[in-house]
């Protein structure tokens, strides 16, 4: 079975610096990968997501994630935070088969906060 | 893009009744639908996935008495939760397959 972990359940950076939100998968084949961002009381909103290609993928809000094949991680990085950044922020791989109707497999999730 | 409509964003019932919760895709049609439920501040967990027209698959754990699933068209799915409890009290999100995944906007269930 697939697994995703999510290092660190929160972090914190000040308005302006790095994020990174790191997430590791384990499967035996490169998964379809994906981060999502929720606000509270909220659904999920799609940042970015990894099938094929070019391992460096951007997505929206600037975020950008890297598939790291030999490290089996995708970490997502901005490089300025903004106040709007701060959410709950969730890794998640999907079977790459078709195996279970690709359903997600999430991993426990970051809460990232943005101090002024 | 995709959209997915669930409906109520929040209900609060009583002990011993039952609630449903809609998710339609308003723009495409869903080969899959999946129903997952998230206690606060924790990560998602899977419910049930259905097909349009075929019974629903539940994960290991999950009620399917209690948490009745039904997937009549490619564009509607329901869940109902029946004769709640306080301890079905959550957050339930349901999420649209096509090509990605598009999520609905959830629903917050309180059961008192």
């Known amino acids: 079975a697939q697994s995703v972990t999510q290092l660190g359940s929160h972090v914190s950076v000040s308005e302006g610096a790095l994020v990174l939100l790191r997430c590791n998968y384990s499967s035996s084949v490169p998964p379809y990968l994906f981060w999502y961002v929720q606000y509270p009381n909220q659904g999920l909103q799609l940042l970015l997501k990894y099938t094929t290609g070019a391992t460096l993928v951007k997505g929206i809000n600037g975020f950008e994630a890297e598939f790291k094949k030999s490290e089996t991680s995708f970490h997502l990085t901005k490089p300025s935070a903004h106040m709007s950044d701060a959410a709950e922020y969730f890794c998640?791989?999907?079977?790459?088969?078709?195996?279970?109707?690709?359903?997600?497999?999430f991993g426990k999730g970051t809460l990232l906060t943005v101090n002024p | 893009g995709a959209v997915v409509s669930q409906h109520p964003s929040r209900v609060i019932c009583k002990s011993g009744t039952s609630v449903k919760i809609e998710c339609r895709s308003l723009d495409f049609q869903a080969t899959t639908m999946f129903w997952y439920r998230q206690f606060p501040k924790q990560s998602l967990m899977l419910m049930a996935t259905s097909n349009e027209g075929s019974k629903a698959t539940y994960e290991q754990g999950v009620e399917k008495d209690k948490f009745l699933i039904n997937h009549a068209s490619l564009t509607l799915s329901t869940l109902t939760v029946t004769s709640a409890h306080p301890e079905d009290s959550s957050f339930y999100i349901c999420s649209a397959r096509r090509e990605g995944y598009t999520f609905g906007s959830g629903t917050r269930l309180t059961v008192v």
């Open positions: 998640a791989v999907s079977d790459r088969g078709g195996g279970s109707n690709y359903k997600l497999t």
